[in-house]
């Protein structure tokens, strides 16, 4: 069993810069694969940005690609989604989500096993 925390949500202004963490217990963290997504009041839920367990493949959606970077520290079980130029078509509450098994497709949230209950990320005008 994994769970997953976010945190490092708030309210910032258009601009701006976040950095949120999540944080895993567990074991085997190294070998999932972690995907951020996010849901904005209203909308359907969103892939955001993907690492695979060794780092080696990161990808992005094209709506935050050059503004967000996903990183991971497999020591200490956690996964970063640094952003940047924070619009404020970026609010919405921001998932972490684990993957067990390999796959190719990284916006689907099916293949996700494991997911936390969000982080808050208010971007203000």
């Known amino acids: 069993q994994v769970q997953l925390v976010e945190s490092g949500g708030g309210l910032v202004q258009s601009g701006g810069s976040l950095t949120l963490s999540c944080a895993a217990s567990?074991?085997?963290?190294?070998?999932?694969?972690m995907g951020w997504f996010r849901q904005a009041p209203g909308k359907e839920r969103e892939f955001v940005a993907g690492?695979?367990?060794?780092?080696?493949?990161?990808v992005y959606s094209d709506s935050v690609k050059g503004r967000f970077t996903i990183s991971r520290d497999n020591a200490k079980k956690t996964v970063y989604l640094q952003t940047k130029s924070l619009k404020p078509e970026d609010t919405a509450v921001y998932y972490c989500a684990a993957r067990v098994s390999p796959s190719s497709t990284w916006a689907n949230g099916r293949v996700y096993d494991y997911w936390g209950q969000g982080t808050q990320v208010t971007v203000s005008s």
């Open positions: 690492v695979t367990g060794n780092g080696g493949t990161i």
């Open positions: 567990g074991r085997a963290f190294s070998s999932y694969a």
